[in-house]
């Protein structure tokens, strides 16, 4: 996939050497892959390609977005008075035979009287990861970078959203209810316990408003359950899963409100049969 010279306008953290890489990123549509480009390794070997389906959660995507920023920008030698204590660089470190970009806090400045065009000044850089985590050193100003702020690159943007949108659908497939229309039943009951579980069994009371539920996922957690509904009916319903006998293969479990208009929005929802909820093993 060809990308021109001014698409590497980031710098990614590598997963493998934890160093900053200028890079491209290139967006396939149809894979959902993100496939980072290094700038000084073209040939696609090098490529890391993500796909939408290697994260699972949100702080994962978050990291993930934290491996990117805008390009650092060197600094000429007339504006090393811009390099000050206390400031956060990404600069070259020298180790054995490799020379690659980490960041690092400027510990110290030692400025010298000198011409504009010929910078004799020092640094001490205290680095923050990478080989020499914790070591000070001492550099001068053709190994420092300033890190530039930026928006979000939208190529990044787009893939998150992608990636989001997979997670979204993950926990539709995932945080399963099961095949409600049949299995389960609506109740109210002041309390619920074995004798209001009969299916089919309407209890009322003022205080508590239930719909069972049959055929759950054995695994799913009440907290995704109570998110679920509340994501797609904005009720906040208590939600309970049941335990289950070893030998059953499913869980019984209840959504339970305090007023039977929140109950019947809550049915209408699991009962439309558009929303057909399943997991990823089917049930
Ligand atoms: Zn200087």
Not at 2 to 10: E, F, G, M, P, Q
Not at 32 to 46: M, P
Not at 174 to 188: L, T
Not at 196 to 202: E, L, R, S
Request: net charge negative; aromatic share 10%; charged share 20%.
């Amino acid at each position: 996939m060809a990308v021109s010279i001014t698409d590497y306008n980031l710098e990614y953290r590598c997963s493998t050497d934890d160093a900053w890489y200028t890079c491209a990123v290139v967006l396939d549509h149809v894979n959902h892959h993100l496939r980072v480009k290094f700038r000084d390794f073209v040939q696609s070997f090098y490529d890391e390609v993500f796909s939408v389906a290697n994260f699972s959660t949100h702080s994962e995507i978050e990291q993930f977005l934290l491996r990117f920023r805008p390009v650092s920008k060197p600094v000429e030698d007339y504006e090393c008075s811009r390099i000050i204590q206390g400031m956060l660089v990404c600069a070259i470190y020298r180790n054995k035979n490799e020379a690659l970009y980490f960041d690092a806090v400027v510990d110290a400045v030692r400025y010298k009287a000198h011409k504009p065009e010929e910078c004799l000044c020092s640094y001490l850089l205290c680095w923050q990861h990478g080989p020499g985590n914790g070591n000070v050193t001492k550099s001068t100003i053709e190994d420092i970078c300033l890190i530039t702020d930026g928006p979000i690159h939208p190529k990044l943007i787009e893939f998150a959203n992608l990636m989001k949108q997979q997670l979204k659908g993950t926990f539709v497939q995932s945080q399963v209810f099961g095949s409600v229309g049949h299995s389960s039943h609506v109740g109210s009951s002041a309390e619920l316990s074995d004798h209001d579980i009969d299916m089919g069994g309407v209890k009322t009371t003022d205080r508590h408003h239930y719909i069972m539920l049959e055929n759950l996922e054995k695994d799913l957690c009440p907290l995704l359950m109570m998110d679920f509904i509340h994501e797609h009916t904005s009720i906040t319903a208590e939600s309970y899963v049941f335990p289950s006998l070893l030998a059953e293969t499913y869980a019984r479990g209840a959504i339970m409100v305090d007023s039977t208009t929140k109950l019947k929005r809550i049915y209408d929802f699991i009962n439309n049969p558009n929303h057909v909820i399943t997991s990823f093993s089917g049930r």
